[in-house]
Structure formats: structure tokens, C-alpha cells
């Protein structure tokens, strides 16, 4: 059974961090790129970074980049994402998910290609 749990979310200012955690279970971790999402409420999900299967090749929304960081730990088959520099518009439940490749870009947005959708966890931004 595949599943894909995120945790770490939480109430934080603006300007603080936060580090969000993707446990994998159910597939072969390794074979698979992985990514995280978040969708505001009346937004449409979208793609905040993706990640390869294995050589660390990731592709980053614009809004997030050089405040994102994504990794993997395949020992114990976890990826995380450590966000810095929070801003109020960050405000978003965010989700993992098995997807496609590590990502490309299409009209401006980052695109992935979802396969599996994991469970989400909630991230606040007071401003």
C-alpha cells in the first residue's frame, strides 16, 4: 500500500522556518522522483519543488527559490522540506507526492506530473 505522510507543519511568523518531513512507505523509494505541493484555500495545488529518483536534480517554483530547500534520506526513505524566510503568502496546507520526474516548466509554473498524492499538513504565516 503506498503512502506518503507529511508532518511538521505548524503556526510561524513571518520571516521564520520551518522543516516539513514526507515519510515514503508502500514502493520502492529510490526508483521514484518525488515533489511537494500546497494549495490555499480557493487556489488551485501547485508545485512548490520536485525532486529526481537519485542524482538530487530538483526544479523550484519561482516564489520559493533560494528560500526552499528540498532533500531525501534514503536510509529511512523520508524527504523534507526545509523552508526559511516564511512569508504570509506561503499560508498553504502542503502535500507529498510521488510525481512524474523532478520537473519542468510550462507557461511560467513548475510542472511535475503527479502519479501518487500523499497526506497533507498545514503551514501558517502570521504577518
Known amino acids: 500500500d503506498v503512502q506518503l505522510q507529511a508532518s511538521g507543519g505548524g503556526l510561524v511568523q513571518t520571516g521564520g522556518s520551518l522543516r516539513l518531513s514526507c515519510v515514503a512507505s508502500?514502493?520502492?523509494?529510490?526508483?521514484?522522483?518525488i515533489g511537494w505541493f500546497r494549495q490555499a484555500p480557493g487556489k488551485e495545488r501547485e508545485a512548490v519543488v520536485c525532486i529526481s529518483s537519485s542524482d538530487g536534480r530538483s526544479y523550484y517554483a519561482d516564489s520559493v527559490q533560494g528560500r526552499f530547500t528540498i532533500s531525501r534520506d534514503s536510509a529511512i526513505e523520508t524527504v523534507y522540506l526545509q523552508m526559511a524566510s516564511l512569508k504570509p503568502e506561503d499560508t498553504a496546507v502542503y502535500y507529498c507526492?510521488?510525481?512524474?520526474?523532478?520537473?519542468?516548466?510550462?507557461?511560467?509554473?513548475?510542472?511535475?506530473?503527479?502519479?501518487?498524492w500523499g497526506s497533507g499538513t498545514q503551514v501558517t504565516v502570521s504577518s
Open positions: 508502500g514502493f520502492r523509494f529510490g526508483d521514484y522522483a
Open positions: 507526492a510521488v510525481v512524474e520526474r523532478e520537473g519542468s516548466y510550462r507557461y511560467r509554473r513548475l510542472v511535475c506530473g503527479v502519479d501518487f
